[in-house]
């Protein structure tokens, strides 16, 4: 008889143990969703702070890279041409790079800003 209570005793250890490894695991995934949730939401506001710079015309022809990045944030993301210059991208955190309002900025290879577009696209329903 006492073989058995060791026995089961092992294995409610054992699901304890496992049960507390489930939770952790669920905790660091919910910190890690808000984590994504704030990253979003910051992309966001950067699209929404660099679209007004734009509409407003403070962003504009001349300024370089790095005043850019100091005055409205970071790109979503942003791409080497073969001019030497670059193309960055602004999308809301929501949005996609395939449809929907994107900002495109240009620079030529002084890393001075050339223009500015703002692009809408709609889905692609096929």
């Known amino acids: ?3 058995i209570n060791l026995s089961i005793l092992a294995l ?3 699901a304890n143990l496992s049960w507390a490894a489930g939770l952790d695991n669920l905790i660091q995934a919910s910190k890690n969703m808000e984590e994504g949730q704030k990253a979003l939401a910051e992309e966001t506001r950067v699209f929404s702070v660099v679209k007004a710079g734009v509409l407003s015309g403070t962003v504009k022809p001349g300024l370089a890279e790095n005043e850019i990045i100091s005055l409205y944030g970071s790109p979503s993301t942003f791409m080497d041409q073969d001019d030497g210059g670059a193309k960055w991208i602004y999308k809301p ?3 996609d790079y ?3 309002t994107k900002i495109y900025l240009f620079f030529g290879a002084d890393k001075k800003l050339t223009e500015a577009r703002i692009v809408t696209q709609k889905k692609d329903n096929k």
């Open 12 to 14: 409610v250890l054992s």
């Open 93 to 95: 955190g929501y949005g």
């Open 1 to 3: 008889m006492r073989k």
């Open 98 to 100: 395939f449809s929907g």
